[in-house]
């Protein structure tokens, strides 16, 4: 064949198969043959391979095959794809109808509506009709570049059609998701493959859309919707509706069962005809958005630094099914707190199938009165997570069991505490092996006792062959043991021993915060070393007397009373003691003249800040307190002085003012008798 004949057919066949991908993707009536079809695109890739200059970005035949990537580009968003305003109820649809006609000026106002199809956000810009570029929503402001992603999507048409009445420049805006069926037939594919089985439809289409070769999206079953064009008006639209109509023509595939209503009312009454008939639908939906129809009238109304003022998604309730709690079981999270999770009959539920759902805490379980054996209504939160809503008590034989949590820890035997401020009840036990491989990468971590080589894999080795059963059990790690652990050998095992012999003089207040005490960062961890100077000192403080500390308050002095008043925390410290880890403060201020008196400041003082005050007590060895109790030795009373002034002189406390403070730090004043 010539070249110029050649050239002509390209020509005809990329014509030919685009006008019937639009057919089968977008309009979903084919008018020939899958054979039919396979021959024009087998014909086009011959062509191509003869003639490959003749192969353009934007041909059929490209689609699938573009080289790996080490990651995705950062795509900079040409306006910010804000996230939609969510409305759970008509209260909250009526508010936002009454803003928009405030903010306009107007008795009534048309909406759009459309379903809210429940799938990955992206963004799609067309240049003189070429795709150019697709994006994810990311942070709003810039996204990934899944370009090469998107362009396995069949309803992505790499040209526009109605080359007239294309714009230079247009960018559209849709939902990627996968059909409720194909996602069925994913799943199995994936479990007969050994591969990973998706969680729900949502989940699906995310994980596919960020994979890094494309010809593995190409086999998951995408698909994408476009509901927004942005800047309508570069299409001659005045409403949205005409918008994406013309968007359509153009031979997008845009979002099913638009339509307009003259009023918030009416769009009400359409949004519940859908709730009851969403299931009719192909893909999954969670609610119904609801948009001003007049373009005009979007960009008056403009938006906040998160949402659009014109648009509201009323989500729907969430699904509901039925089933049978089998057993309930107590469940030690890596925080220790202990959770009763129900085992449930295996229901489908929007998507997924429902075999546990957590019941959140004890009084939750006795509030809904749930029990072994009961029927149960559970419920998809937000589409994705289950939850027990309630137990049909009209159906209890009589054999139906009470849960009760256990005295003791189900993964250590440890006590269980609750504290007063939680409706959480808790393992405090530092040695729990439910808790030890969060304990020991905070331990590790950088801004604790900065172990390097420690990560997470490593951690969870050495946890589950038990060479470490606590804190302390890293200071006894045989390095020549860990070389040959997988992805170590000598060298590894070396720096690991050298990071941990490093750490053991971190100081005081990083190996407190790396303890993990419940409450207490490391800006508690600093005041606390300060204050007690060691952990022996520490570790034998009463609750009030820690409360009294500025900065601490009781929340924390009762989470570290309770911390070093546990038996295994005695055994960890002795290990780390032993190991040689530093246990106590080095004083970095060489004492002063207010060593060993403790302040308490009241009332506001002239030409200073509190914490001005503060730093020059510390500076002078002195140390200060938010509260007044027998052990402090002055309060320094500003102008309006409150309570603490009238405790102090109560307490027989001495009190003095700013220039007194001063002169202390001279030695010009005597140390109280008894301070």
């Known amino acids: 064949?010539?070249?110029?004949?050649?050239?002509?057919?390209?020509?005809?066949?990329?014509?030919?198969?685009?006008?019937?991908?639009?057919?089968?993707?977008?309009?979903?009536?084919?008018?020939?043959?899958?054979?039919?079809?396979?021959?024009?695109?087998?014909?086009?890739?011959?062509?191509?391979?003869?003639?490959?200059?003749?192969?353009?970005?934007?041909?059929?035949?490209?689609?699938?095959?573009?080289?790996?990537?080490?990651?995705?580009?950062?795509?900079?968003?040409?306006?910010?794809?804000?996230?939609?305003?969510?409305?759970?109820?008509?209260?909250?649809?009526?508010?936002?109808?009454?803003?928009?006609?405030?903010?306009?000026?107007?008795?009534?106002?048309?909406?759009?509506?459309?379903?809210?199809?429940?799938?990955?956000?992206?963004?799609?810009?067309?240049?003189?009709?070429?795709?150019?570029?697709?994006?994810?929503?990311?942070?709003?402001?810039?996204?990934?570049?899944?370009?090469?992603?998107?362009?396995?999507?069949?309803?992505?048409?790499?040209?526009?059609?109605?080359?007239?009445?294309?714009?230079?420049?247009?960018?559209?805006?849709?939902?990627?998701?996968?059909?409720?069926?194909?996602?069925?037939?994913?799943?199995?594919?994936?479990?007969?493959?050994?591969?990973?089985?998706?969680?729900?439809?949502?989940?699906?289409?995310?994980?596919?859309?960020k994979l890094l070769d494309p010809r593995v999206v190409a086999s998951r079953p995408l698909e994408v919707f476009v509901h927004t064009v942005v800047a309508g008006e570069a299409l001659g639209a005045e409403t949205h509706a005409d918008a994406v109509d013309r968007a359509r023509r153009l031979g997008l595939r845009t979002v099913e069962h638009l339509e307009v209503i003259r009023n918030v009312e009416e769009a009400l009454r359409r949004c519940e005809r859908w709730r009851t008939r969403r299931a009719e639908l192909a893909y999954q939906v969670d609610g119904m958005v609801i948009k001003v129809n007049d373009l005009a009238a979007q960009r008056a109304l403009g938006h906040t630094s998160k949402n659009p003022r014109w648009v509201l998604a009323y989500k729907f309730p969430a699904l509901e099914a039925m089933t049978v709690v089998t057993d309930i079981v107590a469940q030690v999270g890596r925080t220790g707190v202990v959770t009763p999770v129900a085992i449930l009959e295996p229901v489908p539920l929007a998507g997924s199938t429902i075999s546990r759902a957590t019941l959140h805490n004890e009084d939750e379980v006795r509030r809904k009165d749930i029990r072994v054996g009961d029927t149960v209504v559970i419920q998809k939160g937000g589409e994705v997570i289950p939850k027990v809503v309630k137990a049909i008590v009209d159906q209890r034989r009589g054999t139906e069991k009470p849960f009760h949590l256990p005295k003791r820890c189900p993964s250590c035997g440890g006590p269980l505490k609750r504290f007063e401020d939680e409706v959480a009840v808790r393992c405090t036990n530092i040695?729990?092996?439910?808790?030890?491989?969060?304990?020991?990468?905070?331990?590790?971590?950088?801004?604790?006792?900065?172990?390097?080589?420690?990560?997470?894999?490593?951690?969870?080795?050495?946890?589950?062959?038990?060479?470490?059963?606590?804190?302390?059990?890293?200071?006894?790690?045989?390095?020549?043991?860990?070389?040959?652990?997988?992805?170590?050998?000598?060298?590894?095992?070396?720096?690991?021993?050298?990071?941990?012999?490093?750490?053991?003089?971190?100081?005081?207040?990083r190996l407190i915060f790396g303890l993990g005490i419940r409450h207490v960062g490391s800006r508690a961890a600093r005041v606390l070393a300060q204050e007690f100077g060691s952990i022996d000192r520490l570790s034998r403080a009463r609750a009030d007397d820690l409360a009294e500390i500025h900065e601490i308050g009781p929340t924390i002095a009762a989470s570290v009373a309770d911390f070093f008043g546990q038996p295994s925390t005695d055994v960890v410290l002795e290990k780390l003691r032993k190991a040689g880890v530093r246990m106590s403060q080095e004083s970095t201020s060489g004492g002063g003249p207010l060593e060993g008196l403790r302040f308490v400041l009241t009332g506001t003082i002239a030409d200073r800040s509190r914490g001005e005050v503060e730093a020059l007590i510390r500076a002078h060895g002195g140390q200060t307190s938010g509260s007044v109790s027998a052990r402090t030795s002055y309060v320094v009373a500003g102008e309006k002085p409150g309570s603490k002034l009238k405790k102090a002189r109560a307490l027989g406390i001495p009190v003095i003012d700013i220039d007194a403070l001063e002169r202390m730090t001279g030695g010009g004043l005597q140390k109280p008798q008894g301070g």
């Open 431 to 509: 040695r729990c092996p439910a808790q030890l491989m969060r304990r020991v990468q905070h331990f590790a971590s950088r801004t604790a006792m900065d172990i390097e080589g420690l990560g997470e894999v490593l951690v969870e080795n050495l946890v589950s062959r038990g060479w470490v059963s606590d804190l302390g059990d890293l200071y006894a790690l045989d390095p020549a043991e860990v070389a040959g652990l997988d992805r170590m050998g000598e060298k590894s095992a070396e720096n690991l021993s050298r990071a941990l012999e490093k750490s053991k003089g971190r100081g005081l207040d």
């Open 1 to 209: 064949m010539k070249e110029s004949d050649a050239k002509r057919r390209v020509v005809e066949l990329r014509r030919e198969i685009r006008y019937h991908d639009h057919r089968y993707y977008v309009e979903a009536e084919p008018v020939i043959s899958d054979e039919a079809y396979d021959r024009l695109v087998r014909e086009l890739a011959d062509l191509e391979a003869a003639f490959s200059h003749l192969i353009t970005a934007d041909s059929p035949t490209q689609r699938v095959g573009e080289e790996l990537t080490d990651g995705f580009d950062t795509v900079t968003h040409g306006s910010p794809m804000l996230s939609i305003l969510n409305a759970y109820d008509e209260r909250e649809v009526l508010e936002f109808d009454e803003r928009v006609r405030k903010l306009l000026g107007r008795s009534e106002v048309a909406y759009a509506i459309e379903p809210k199809i429940d799938g990955v956000a992206v963004s799609l810009l067309y240049e003189r009709g070429f795709f150019l570029r697709g994006a994810t929503r990311g942070d709003g402001q810039q996204g990934d570049d899944v370009t090469a992603n998107l362009r396995t999507i069949r309803q992505v048409p790499m040209r526009l059609l109605g080359d007239r009445e294309v714009p230079g420049r247009l960018e559209v805006r849709g939902e990627v998701y996968i059909a409720t069926e194909a996602f069925e037939r994913l799943n199995r594919d994936q479990t007969e493959a050994g591969g990973r089985v998706f969680a729900n439809p949502r989940n699906a289409a995310a994980g596919s859309l």
